[in-house]
């Protein structure tokens, strides 16, 4: 007996789709879309057989077929995350900007709150290996500073960071082969 597929049922379907998708972001998008248009075909031919509850069902869930899919398609095993690493690299500088020019603006309003009308060139050195001296120039209290940039210590941090984080390591070709060959014995 077919079962008719509502509106809610292919909402159903493309909820799980889409969580499925989430899930598969390691995956080359290329891959990823094909498999993305295959569940959702398969499910609407199994919920007009069996009905989307029972699809769903048997399916067994989004996370468990992503596991399948990522180990079929890059080994199973620790692999590496390109999500990860890009969230460290975009989410760390906005941080570290963000308290750094805190730390700046906190030297400049020291300076105007112990006097109110200062006048003159005033040095900060930043924070220690992480941002180069600030100085701040004041007339009548009201002033500017140049200065306070990151350190290349402190690209090098991003980019070790970004690394770690993302696990990229693990695309190193000898990486790969070590691993293949601990899983062959």
């Given at each position: 007996?077919?079962?008719?597929?509502?509106?809610?049922?292919?909402?159903?379907?493309?909820?799980?789709?889409?969580?499925?998708?989430?899930?598969?972001?390691?995956?080359?998008?290329?891959?990823?879309?094909?498999?993305?248009?295959?569940?959702?075909?398969?499910?609407?031919?199994?919920?007009?057989?069996?009905?989307?509850?029972?699809?769903?069902?048997?399916l067994?869930?989004?996370?468990?077929?992503?596991?399948?899919?990522?180990?079929?398609e890059?080994?199973?095993g620790?692999?590496?995350?390109?999500?990860?690493?890009a969230?460290?690299?975009?989410?760390?500088?906005l941080?570290?900007?963000?308290?750094?020019?805190?730390?700046?603006?906190?030297?400049?309003?020291?300076?105007?709150?112990?006097?109110?009308?200062?006048?003159?060139?005033?040095?900060?050195?930043?924070?220690?290996?992480?941002?180069?001296?600030a100085t701040?120039?004041?007339?009548?209290?009201?002033?500017?500073?140049?200065?306070g940039?990151?350190?290349?210590?402190?690209?090098?941090?991003?980019?070790?960071?970004?690394?770690?984080?993302?696990?990229?390591?693990r695309?190193?070709?000898s990486?790969?082969?070590?691993?293949?060959?601990a899983?062959?014995?």
């Amino acid at each position: 007996m077919a079962h008719p597929v509502t509106l809610i049922d292919r909402l159903r379907i493309e909820r799980l789709v889409w969580t499925l998708d989430q899930r598969l972001y390691e995956l080359p998008s290329s891959s990823r879309i094909a498999k993305r248009r295959e569940i959702r075909d398969n499910l609407l031919i199994a919920a007009r057989d069996v009905g989307t509850a029972e699809a769903l069902r048997r399916l067994g869930g989004s996370r468990r077929l992503a596991d399948e899919y990522l180990d079929a398609e890059l080994g199973d095993g620790p692999r590496h995350s390109w999500i990860a690493a890009a969230y460290f690299c975009l989410l760390v500088p906005l941080l570290t900007n963000y308290f750094l020019a805190e730390a700046a603006t906190s030297f400049q309003q020291g300076i105007t709150a112990i006097d109110p009308h200062a006048t003159g060139t005033f040095a900060w050195s930043g924070i220690s290996y992480l941002q180069s001296a600030a100085t701040y120039t004041f007339t009548d209290g009201h002033g500017s500073g140049v200065g306070g940039a990151w350190t290349p210590l402190t690209y090098v941090l991003l980019f070790l960071g970004t690394i770690l984080a993302g696990r990229l390591w693990r695309l190193l070709p000898s990486a790969r082969r070590r691993r293949a060959s601990a899983a062959a014995h």
